[in-house]
Each structure stands twice: as structure tokens, then as C-alpha cells.
């Protein structure tokens, strides 16, 4: 057996065990390239008969196994070729984890997307259903308000006579935007129509400087979105964060939470210091949850987190601090993944806040064949305490957040200049339609909450982290 020592040193002869047997020369040609000289000498012929043939082609291959092993050798790899594959296969291990993560992400934002694509559908099946409905359905004959006779009052408002009201309001008896037909009782049972919302709708009065940001009454104006962080990933297209406004030790009150909500497989909870190590991106606290979270609505309260378990209507209250599920419980006829969501869909079906009031799920049903049902919870046992039935489609509306117990919509998750659109008291179970301005700065708003630590309203924004100042009227 012919073994070869390669030494690998510029102008050195290499050789065999044998000087006469092999030999393998390597230097510098005129051109100054590098050039190897290979000789074999035959063992029982004296000269080559002929030129060619299978001998040659033999020793041009085993030639060419021989350049290939020089060149390695000599490719200046320190770690060697066994290194090099070494190295060489963890990277593709790490390829292809990370190809792995992205298509199990992608393959969640597929199945959304299709979901979406199927209420769409549905959507559209029951407008095209109205419109046929509609369409058949006689005009109703149309009974002046006011009598040509009456006489203009000094405003430039018609009256009618015997009555108080300005014409514009009486001419339209029966539109369901008016307020007095928003008188809502708690589950009522008989047949509703739904909430048509308007844009032209009762005016909020600019804020006069009196008012402070301490009362429970109507939200009067909304600030600029101002952006805190933005995602790394694609899992972080949406999400959620939170605050405590009572935090349980050993958390502090400044510490924030997140969740990155994009993928099939999501139930990681970061936690910060505060709002500045969030910015920095430097989680002080990650915790793996036992199950799996659905879509963007959940929330934290006196040192648990409350969320709805994936591809179900059971909600959990996991405590932060013994990282462990304290209650667990069904919320009773609530519709999931992507039964009842809000209109940008994502399984918003589910949407847990708190307010000065406590706990609260905004969620639809089958009885309430999908307008908004309102439940405020008890924070332990996660029993419904009470429910409010409105009659305003949940896939009508892209958002909504409660403060002082009052449910607030938003009318668009994608325009830059939206409104909030209506306000539901649950004190006085009346609605009523609204234009408080409403700006989506990055144009995919899929979390909008109200954050009862600092009174403000935190939203997640395309991967973007922001809030929005809030100014709150006196309560009447």
C-alpha cells in the first residue's frame, strides 16, 4: 500500500515511502503561478508504449484526487477540512431552524388569513342576501316633518308645531343612529336591529382647560400616537402589551409586558423594568406559559395574567408570580377563533381590559347572533358577574377599549385618520354614536387597550408599540 506524507511548505519536495516510486513536485512556473509535478515511475515497463489509454485516465483521476487534497491542505484553514464541515453543518442546522420558526409563522398568518378570507365571504353572502331584500321591499311613503306652513324660528330651525326639536333631527323618526334608540337592557331576549354607524354624528365639545384627566366621564379627545418600540420579527406583526395598575410583588408597578402573537405556537411573555429597558429591548423576565395564547386580547391585573386559551372559550388567569395557572373557566356561549372577531380578524374573538371597575370580556355569541356582548368578570373565579347586550356588530368594528364602564369602538384598524364611533355606559345601558378623532400612524392597529396605570390607551400598531394620551370630561 502506497502511502504518501504531503508536506505543504513552497518549493519542497514531496515524497513517497519510496523516492523511487512516487514523487510530487510543487513551484513556481515562469508566470509565477503555482504549478504541481506528479510522477509515477511504471514498475515492469521501461517505456510508455503508447500514449493514452486506461492507464493514463487511471492516473489522471487518481492525479485529480491528489490536486483536490493538496488544495485543501493547502487553503490556509486553520481548522482544517473536518472543522470546516464541522462548522459547515451547524450553520445549516441554524438555516434551517430559522427557516423552520418562519414557515411555522407564516403557516399561522395563512391559516388567519384564510379565516379572514371566510368571514369576508360570509360577509358578503349576507349583504348580497339584504340587498335582494331590500330590493324587493316597497318604498315607504315619505310624511313631511315639518308643514310648509310653519313658521322659521330666530336659530334659522325649523320647529314643527307643538314640539322643541330642530327638523333635521325630526325628519328622521326612525334612524337607528339616534341615541334614544340605543336604550340597551342587560341579555334582552327580544328581536333588535343593529347599530348603523355614522360619521355625522353627535358633537364633542373641545376641551376648555377646566377639565383634568382625573374624572370618569366621556373621553373627550385622543393624543398622538407616540411609538415606544418596534418588533424584531415577523411574530410581532401583532401583539399586546400591558401594565399592572396593582402589580403583586416581585414585580414592580413600572414593569411592562408583552406578547408576540403571530404563529401556531405562542406563549412567550416578556417582561421589563420599565418603559426604557422596553425601548432598549433588554427583557428583564421571560416566562414560557403552559398553554397556548389566542390572538391579542389579553390583560394583566393584581399580578396575573388573564388570556384566552387557544382555539377555545376558556379563559386563564396565570399568576405571575408562582408562574403557575391559578382559574381556569369557560366564558359561557362566547364565540372563538374567528367566530365573532373584530373586522381586521385575527381570532379577536375574546377581548379581556380592566378599568377603574375591575375585569371585563367585550365578545359576541350565538344568542346575540354577533352583536357585542359586554361581561364584567370576577377576577378570581373569572365568573361573570354581569352582562350588557348592544346592538352593535363586533365585525362592524375594528376595536374597542372600556374605561369608567364604558365600551368605546373604533371604526377602522387601517386608515391613518379614523374616529371613535360609539360609546356603550354600562350604568346607564344606553349607547350612543360619536366622532372623537382617532389616528392609526403605521396602518394595521390589532391591539387597542385601555391602560389604567398610566391612563392611557396602549395600542401595538404593524410591529409598532405606541400609546395615546388620553383628556376625559367630568362625569355628569
Avoid at 9 to 30: E, V
Avoid at 154 to 180: C, E, F, V, Y
Wanted: neutral net charge; contains cysteine.
Amino acid at each position: 500500500m502506497l502511502v504518501l506524507l504531503l508536506l505543504c511548505t513552497s518549493g519542497l519536495l514531496l515524497r513517497g515511502d519510496a523516492q523511487d516510486r512516487a514523487a510530487l513536485w510543487r513551484g513556481d512556473d515562469r508566470s509565477g503561478r503555482c504549478q504541481y509535478t506528479f510522477s509515477v515511475p511504471s514498475p515492469t515497463e521501461a517505456s510508455c508504449p503508447q500514449t493514452g489509454g486506461p492507464e493514463v485516465e487511471g492516473l489522471k483521476a487518481r492525479l485529480s484526487l491528489l490536486e483536490v487534497l493538496v488544495s485543501r491542505l493547502t487553503g490556509g484553514d486553520t481548522g482544517g477540512p473536518q472543522g470546516a464541515t464541522a462548522r459547515d453543518q451547524t450553520e445549516l442546522h441554524q438555516s434551517l431552524n430559522r427557516v423552520t420558526g418562519e414557515r411555522n409563522l407564516l403557516q399561522g398568518e395563512k391559516e388567519r388569513l384564510e379565516q379572514e378570507l371566510e368571514g369576508l365571504q360570509r360577509r358578503m353572502e349576507e349583504m348580497r342576501r339584504e340587498t335582494e331584500r331590500l330590493s324587493n321591499k316597497p318604498c315607504p311613503l315619505q310624511t313631511p316633518a315639518v308643514p310648509p306652513s310653519a313658521p322659521l324660528q330666530d336659530s334659522g330651525l325649523t320647529r314643527p308645531a307643538g314640539g322643541s326639536r330642530p327638523s333635521h333631527l325630526i325628519a328622521r323618526p326612525n334612524r337607528q343612529g339616534d341615541s334614544s334608540s340605543l336604550r340597551d337592557s342587560a341579555w334582552q331576549t327580544g328581536p333588535q336591529g343593529f347599530q348603523e354607524l355614522k360619521a355625522e354624528v353627535t358633537e364633542v365639545p373641545a376641551p376648555d382647560g377646566s377639565e383634568e384627566n382625573t374624572g370618569c366621564g366621556d373621553v373627550v379627545s385622543v393624543g398622538e400616537p407616540v411609538t415606544h418600540r418596534k418588533a424584531d420579527t415577523i411574530a410581532g406583526k401583532y401583539g399586546v402589551w400591558m401594565q399592572d395598575p396593582e402589580a403583586v410583588s416581585p414585580y414592580g408597578p413600572d414593569m411592562i409586558w408583552r406578547i408576540d402573537t403571530i404563529g401556531s405556537d405562542v406563549r412567550q411573555l416578556y417582561g421589563y423594568e420599565d418603559m426604557e429597558q422596553l425601548t432598549k429591548g433588554f427583557p428583564s423576565k421571560v416566562l414560557l406559559l403552559p398553554e397556548l395564547v389566542e390572538s391579542t386580547g389579553s390583560t394583566l391585573y393584581r399580578g396575573s395574567l388573564y388570556y384566552q386559551r387557544r382555539r377555545s372559550r376558556s379563559l386563564i388567569r396565570f399568576d405571575l408570580a408562582s408562574e403557575s395557572i391559578a382559574t381556569r373557566r369557560e366564558l359561557p356561549h362566547a364565540g372563538f377563533h374567528g367566530q365573532f372577531p373584530y373586522s381586521w380578524g385575527g381570532y379577536t374573538d375574546i377581548d379581556l381590559s380592566v378599568d377603574e371597575q375591575g375585569l371585563w370580556a367585550v365578545y359576541s355569541s350565538s344568542k346575540a347572533k354577533g352583536a357585542i356582548v359586554i361581561s364584567q368578570l370576577d377576577p378570581n373565579s373569572l365568573e361573570v358577574k354581569r352582562s350588557w347586550e348592544t346592538n352593535i356588530r363586533k365585525n362592524s368594528v375594528a376595536n374597542s377599549f372600556i374605561i369608567c364602564g364604558k365600551l368605546y369602538t373604533v371604526a377602522s384598524y387601517t386608515s391613518p385618520d379614523t374616529i371613535i364611533n360609539y360609546i356603550y355606559d354600562t350604568r346607564t345601558s344606553q349607547g350612543k354614536s360619536v366622532a372623537i378623532p382617532f389616528k392609526n400612524k403605521y396602518r394595521y392597529n390589532s391591539m387597542i387597550d385601555y391602560n389604567l396605570a398610566q391612563r392611557k390607551l396602549f395600542a401595538w400598531d404593524n410591529f409598532h408599540m405606541v400609546s395615546y394620551d388620553l383628556r376625559l370630561g367630568r362625569q355628569e
